[in-house]
């Protein structure tokens, strides 16, 4: 198996920044269409469990658009073969400095492109200066 194709790690990294993009002004119509439309597609949040589409779909017409910006860190996608990949990062917002968050997405090629399938968002105290 070839792991980062330099080509599909720049799809993936593309399709990554459409979906921080979406996020950060709210665009629910892109969020929506890059999850997977599938009853097994999951989402695991900061306060939520979402299993399949139209449970994702319905946090995000419910989501309050207020505080949605951050900055991003340490982002790592890396690429198995040339269908499936895995984005991770750090995320940072103002409003809680002592706070990181971390995500993390699995991303699948499809007939109509790269959809997630599966992500989690959790955030944790920031670590200590030197500490990972």
Same mark, same amino acid.
């Given at each position: 198996? +070839?792991? +980062?194709?330099?080509?599909?790690? #720049?799809?993936?990294? *593309? *399709?990554? #920044? %459409?979906?921080?993009?979406?996020?950060?002004?709210n665009d629910v119509a892109t969020l929506d269409a890059l999850f997977r439309d599938d009853p097994?597609?999951? /989402?695991?949040?900061?306060?939520?469990?979402?299993?399949?589409?139209? #449970? =994702?779909?319905?946090?995000?017409?419910? /989501?309050?658009? *207020?505080?949605?910006? /951050?900055?991003? @860190?340490? !982002?790592? =996608? &890396? !690429?198995?073969?040339? +269908?499936?990949?895995? *984005? @991770?990062?750090?995320?940072? /917002?103002?409003?809680?400095? +002592?706070?990181?968050? %971390?995500?993390?997405? &699995?991303?699948?090629?499809?007939? $109509?492109?790269?959809? =997630?399938?599966?992500?989690?968002?959790?955030?944790? $105290? %920031?670590? %200590?200066?030197?500490e990972s």
């Amino acid at each position: 198996m +070839d792991i +980062d194709l330099p080509e599909v790690v #720049a799809e993936v990294t *593309a *399709a990554f #920044a %459409r979906y921080e993009a979406a996020l950060v002004s709210n665009d629910v119509a892109t969020l929506d269409a890059l999850f997977r439309d599938d009853p097994r597609t999951l /989402r695991y949040g900061g306060g939520e469990n979402l299993y399949g589409y139209a #449970a =994702i779909k319905a946090f995000r017409a419910g /989501r309050s658009p *207020a505080g949605l910006a /951050r900055e991003l @860190s340490r !982002t790592v =996608i &890396t !690429t198995y073969g040339r +269908d499936t990949a895995v *984005a @991770s990062t750090l995320f940072h /917002r103002a409003s809680a400095p +002592d706070k990181v968050g %971390r995500q993390m997405q &699995t991303w699948v090629r499809f007939a $109509d492109g790269w959809h =997630i399938v599966a992500a989690h968002v959790s955030v944790i $105290d %920031r670590p %200590r200066e030197g500490e990972s």
